[in-house]
Each structure stands twice: as C-alpha cells, then as structure tokens.
C-alpha cells in the first residue's frame, strides 16, 4: 500500500521561499511517478511539478523556472523548492504517485491513483 505524506507547508510573503518534502512509503521503486499538484478552492486540481524514478522531470509552464523538484538519495522522497513565490501561488499542495512508463509523464489527475493528504501554501502579497 503506497502512502505519501507531505510536510513543509506555511505562510510566507511574496518573494519569498519554502521547500515542500513528500515521503513515501510502499512504493516500489521502479516505473514510478511522484511529485505535486495543488488545488485552490473552486478550482481543479492541477499538475505543476513532476518527476520519474529515473529523475525526467516535467513542470507546468507557470512555475518554470521558480520551482525545482528533485529525490532524495534512496528516491523515497520528493522535494519541491519554491522561489519566487507570489500571491498566485497560494494553493493547498498534494504529493502524488503512479506507476507507468508514461512518455511524457502525465498531468491529468486521473492517472495519478495515490495521494497524500495535502498541506497548505499561503503567499502574501
């Protein structure tokens, strides 16, 4: 049973930075997928960063360049540092996992089956 949990969440002012950690748990290290979606109220949840076990990252066009998602060294961890925030930017955060040898990794919620419980971002202008 894969579990994720994330952690790192907070309020911070524009500008500003943090670092999001997902842990996870019964994945088996081969095929997968992890990385991070957020959603705001009234809206669907969406893709932003993502990487495969063999380290392919792919990020939506929004957070290029400010956001930097990478593993820890047994690969049971995501990471997701966050420069440049702005207000935008404000979004409850989840981690998530699939298996696949997706190509490019996908961003369509429904290809992804394992979810952590979400942690809140707040950038304030």
């Known amino acids: 049973q894969v579990q994720l949990q994330e952690s790192g969440g907070g309020s911070v002012q524009s500008g500003g930075s943090l670092r999001l950690s997902c842990a996870a748990s019964?994945?088996?290290?081969?095929?997968?997928?992890m990385g991070w979606f957020r959603q705001v109220p009234g809206k669907e949840r969406e893709a932003f960063a993502l990487?495969?076990?063999?380290?392919?990252?792919r990020y939506a066009d929004g957070v290029q360049g400010r956001f930097t998602i990478s593993q820890g060294g047994a690969r049971d961890t995501v990471y997701l540092q966050m420069n440049s925030l702005k207000p935008e930017d404000t979004a409850t955060y989840f981690c998530a996992a699939t298996y696949g040898t997706y190509d490019p990794i996908p961003f369509d919620v429904d290809d992804y089956p394992y979810w952590g419980q979400g942690t809140q971002v707040t950038v304030s202008s």
């Open positions: 990487i495969k076990y063999n380290g392919v990252t």
């Open positions: 019964g994945v088996t290290y081969r095929n997968y997928i």
